[in-house]
């Protein structure tokens, strides 16, 4: 499969979808496919025409995490770093990111939903944390973002045990922002997305800054940093303030 088939886009009603393409190794990254997806978060962090982003995988499932049968990099921490920072990437980008997800989302795959700011998932999800059952230890954020979405005790629980949760299970402890039967799951994702688009593209992109760069700060700082960074009303909040009151 060539590299431009291994991440598919698609754009519409400024939503821009990536699907993950490898649906005969569920989805499992290689360093192909990590190449790809990199390219379109440089061209998605560029464009003023996309709102938001949605992640998900070809096939029956999300993503099986890493491809282990593929030999490891000559310079295993350089790649590791290079994708990590990706990953970041994807996270600070200024548009909402939604993760999609059906059917499995292990280990690596979990990174790559836990990156997103929503997780969707579907009756059929299934979410897991299997770096202790092949004897590594993650290299793409989990240990840092898992606590940080479910809490520390359950962040551990998911890690020590490597046992999945369902969907439902996802939803409950927080990891999943909602969870649906499976023949529902375009159609709510295609509502959130709609809901946030509905509102201001600048707010949207200046709130997600704020939260993300105040992260773990002391509250005082907090709110000294929203005072003086920020980045002030939307060019066309006259323009929604007038279309607002004639609605009401």
Not at 117 to 125: H, L, M, T, W
Request: hydrophobic residues 40%; proline residues 4%; glycine residues 8%.
């Amino acid at each position: 499969m060539s590299d431009d088939q291994l991440v598919l886009r698609e754009d519409r009603d400024a939503i821009a979808t990536l699907t993950l393409n490898r649906p005969d190794k569920r989805n499992a990254v290689n360093r192909d496919l990590f190449k790809a997806f990199r390219r379109h978060v440089g061209d998605l962090e560029n464009s003023e025409d996309i709102g938001l982003v949605v992640i998900r995988g070809a096939g029956d499932c999300f993503c099986a995490g890493h491809d282990l049968s593929e030999p490891p990099h000559k310079d295993a921490l350089g790649w590791l770093r290079h994708e990590l920072m990706t990953l970041e990437r994807l996270t600070r980008m200024r548009q909402p990111v939604i993760a999609q997800v059906h059917g499995t989302c292990y280990t690596g795959g979990l990174e790559f939903a836990l990156t997103a700011d929503f997780i969707v998932a579907g009756e059929s999800a299934r979410f897991a944390d299997t770096h202790g059952k092949w004897g590594l230890v993650p290299g793409w954020g989990l240990s840092q973002r898992l606590p940080r979405r479910v809490g520390q005790a359950k962040a551990l629980e998911m890690m020590l045990t490597c046992r999945p949760y369902s969907g439902r299970e996802a939803e409950a402890m927080g990891l999943a922002n909602l969870c649906v039967p499976d023949a529902e799951l375009d159609g709510a994702v295609r509502d959130l997305a709609a809901t946030i688009l509905a509102n201001s593209w600048h707010s949207n992109a200046a709130n997600k800054k704020l939260v993300y760069d105040t992260d773990g700060l002391p509250l005082a700082q907090g709110l000294n940093h929203e005072l003086i960074r920020n980045e002030g009303f939307d060019p066309k909040a006259k323009e929604r303030r007038a279309t607002f009151k004639k609605k009401g």
